[in-house]
């Protein structure tokens, strides 16, 4: 049986949060997409980390952690993240396995990156350049290195060769950045990574299953920046949404049980691209401020905006969310008045619908206004403790999207959530 979480909106719902507080629930724990774009943040001890490639259920002994084949892995990154964790102990060789399938991120991928986003100007898709939308492409058009082939002999001559593609296409973009000093460290950190678990990775998950095992797969990114449905071509480059869950870890759709939505009490945005309900006022700046609103892997301020129940709802059906997480309901505890976005309007006609292309239809927000709640909901242990205001908020949410919200997040600290239902 597996469970999934994950995002609803633009990304940094608090997934890692929210999958650090139910690992313990699992045996093991499963990234099945993205690569080191993701920042999940969570709290081990009162101290904050910052995963981007490792899975969030690693500091759990006992939990098991996967990296599937859908993720796009840099070394070098994982090298890194592997030193932070074993400040607390934590031993990846131990606790962490590896696909084979898993596709590598190489230093030329990242050239390319910034190589695209500056030659797309204006039109940059605001990536965190890590890469990932080279090394997808790479798979895509069947170019790619994987894991796996770290094993083979002739890997550094099939690294060279597609290096050399790389220098090509980097020439074209009359990209000069020196990257041989990536490139020491993107060997060094190989070394370290074939010292870890690598699986096949489907038999190992699916052995897990068959012995009744309980599995997690974490998402990265959120729905609306899926590949397919999210606001294209601003989006990422994988599939973020639960279908990704099947191709991006080898399992059948009938072992997919509960998929856990986790979204914002309200919404944000880094990176270019549509935000029907971004608020560039100082309201928007209040949210960022409490909200602390910076991105988890580039420091960006992340934009910010009430909740769009439109682009949820789309997000609802796309995965077949069965229960809801909010998360920072406390960032509105200040606020008198809360506005939620139940429609919209596309060329004067109100929609509920999200239009084919959001930055060129540019469907103006449609709002319902409610009181907020304006207390904080510390001492609440179930949905009827909440403030009545914020019962109202909820019930809203949940009647309007069909699902119900199961947990309310009320901070960023491990144990800082409110299970209503
Ligand atoms: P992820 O990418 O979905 O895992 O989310 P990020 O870690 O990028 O961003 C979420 C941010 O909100 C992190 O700084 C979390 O520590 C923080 N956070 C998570 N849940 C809550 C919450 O309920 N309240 C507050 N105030 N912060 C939260
Ligand atoms: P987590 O897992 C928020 C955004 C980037 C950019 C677009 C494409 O922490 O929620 P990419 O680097 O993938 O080519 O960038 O997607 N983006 C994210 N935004 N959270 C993330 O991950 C993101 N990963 C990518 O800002 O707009
Ligand atoms: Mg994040």
Redesign the pocket.
């Given at each position: 049986m597996i469970d999934v979480i994950l995002?609803l909106q633009?990304?940094?719902?608090g997934?890692g949060k929210i999958v650090d507080y139910f690992a313990k629930e699992y045996d093991l724990i499963a990234r099945f997409q993205?690569g080191p774009?993701?920042?999940?943040t969570l709290y081990v001890n009162n101290q904050k980390v910052v995963l981007h490639q490792i899975p969030s259920g690693v500091f759990h002994s006992g939990v098991i952690n996967l990296i599937g084949n859908g993720v796009v892995l840099d070394p070098v990154t994982l090298k890194k993240e592997a030193e932070k964790v074993a400040a607390f102990g934590i031993d990846l060789k131990k606790n962490l396995f590896i696909s084979d399938r898993t596709h590598l991120i190489l230093p030329t991928h990242r050239a390319l990156?910034k190589a695209s986003e500056i030659s797309k100007g204006n039109q940059k898709?605001?990536?965190?350049?890590?890469g990932?939308?080279p090394a997808y492409m790479d798979k895509t058009g069947r170019n790619g290195l994987r894991v796996g082939d770290l094993l083979d002999k002739n890997f550094t001559t099939a690294y060279i060769k597609l290096r050399l593609k790389h220098q090509r296409l980097l020439d074209n973009f009359n990209f000069q950045e020196d990257i041989s000093s990536w490139e020491e460290e993107f060997f060094e950190a190989l070394e370290f990574l074939k010292e870890l678990n690598i699986v096949h990775g489907e038999y190992f998950i699916n052995n897990y299953l068959k012995e009744g095992k309980k599995v997690l797969a974490e998402g990265?990114?959120?729905s609306m920046?899926d590949i397919d449905f999210g606001t294209f071509p601003?989006?990422?480059?994988s599939n973020t949404i639960s279908a990704g869950v099947c191709s991006g870890l080898g399992i059948a759709p009938q072992q997919i049980r509960d998929v856990i939505g986790v979204t914002k009490a309200y919404c944000t945005r880094?990176?270019?691209?549509p935000f029907p309900t971004e608020l560039e006022t100082e309201t928007g700046e209040k949210l960022r401020k409490i909200g602390n609103e910076f991105?988890?892997?580039t420091g960006r301020p992340r934009r910010c905006g009430w909740i769009d129940l439109v682009a949820l709802q789309y997000a609802c059906m796309i995965n077949g969310v069965t229960k809801l997480v909010m998360t920072k309901s406390d960032v509105l505890d200040t606020f008198k008045e809360l506005e939620v976005c139940t429609s919209y309007k596309v060329n004067g006609k109100e929609t509920n619908e999200i239009p084919f292309h959001m930055d060129r239809q540019k469907p103006e927000p449609v709002y319902q206004q409610f009181a907020g709640w304006d207390t904080s909901i510390d001492a609440a242990g179930s949905f009827t403790d909440l403030p009545a205001k914020m019962r109202e908020y909820v019930s809203f949410i949940n009647k309007y999207l069909g699902v119900d919200i199961h947990y309310i997040s009320n901070g960023p600290g491990r144990d800082q959530i409110i299970k209503i239902k």
């Open positions: 995002g633009w990304g940094d719902e997934k993205g774009n993701a920042g999940h990156d898709i605001g990536s965190t350049l890590k990932i939308a990265a990114q959120g920046l601003y989006v990422t480059s880094v990176g270019s691209g991105g988890a892997t």
